[in-house]
């Protein structure tokens, strides 16, 4: 019963995904291709509130609802590796047409063949975790 409210918020993330044609492989080729600035639209109307609220927590030092800071650790300065991590994450992107979120709505919608995108998604983030210990971080 605990599972209810991640389940009705998954269920209000699939609908707003779907209206919102986020989820549109036509609206992402778009997107990969600079001919739409619809999707930039969509991402920014995240991203910015994000930063405003990370900056407001940073300043006004919140905590959450145990008490405890809420700390953001600083990020090393290995671009390479962020580099090369974004571009297999954008490949994938665009050659599937979805970044992870919005695979379990389109297996929702009945496009089936994106049980083919989640397996290997969840193949990779496996075979990550497997030799992340040998890998140059």
């Known amino acids: 019963m605990k599972a209810i409210k991640y389940i009705l918020a ?6 707003i995904m779907t209206k919102s044609e986020a989820v549109s492989w036509y609206r992402i080729q778009e ?3 600079f001919q739409s600035f619809f999707m930039y639209g969509i991402m920014g109307s995240a991203v910015v ?3 405003l609220v990370v900056a407001l927590i940073k300043r ?3 905590r959450d609802i145990t008490g405890t800071p809420i700390y953001f650790p600083d990020k090393d300065k290995h671009w390479k590796k962020y580099l090369f991590g974004g571009t297999i994450f954008g490949l994938g992107w665009a050659l599937t047409g979805a970044c992870p979120g919005p695979l379990f709505v389109l297996l929702g919608c009945g496009y089936g063949v994106m049980l083919l995108v989640i397996a290997g998604a969840l ?3 496996f075979t990550y975790g497997i030799f992340r210990d040998r890998l140059p971080q």
Do not use: H, S, W
């Open 123 to 125: 193949l990779g983030t």
């Open 49 to 51: 509130p994000g930063i």
């Open 31 to 33: 997107m990969f291709r």
């Open 60 to 62: 006004f030092k919140f």
């Open 10 to 15: 998954g269920i209000v993330f699939g609908i």
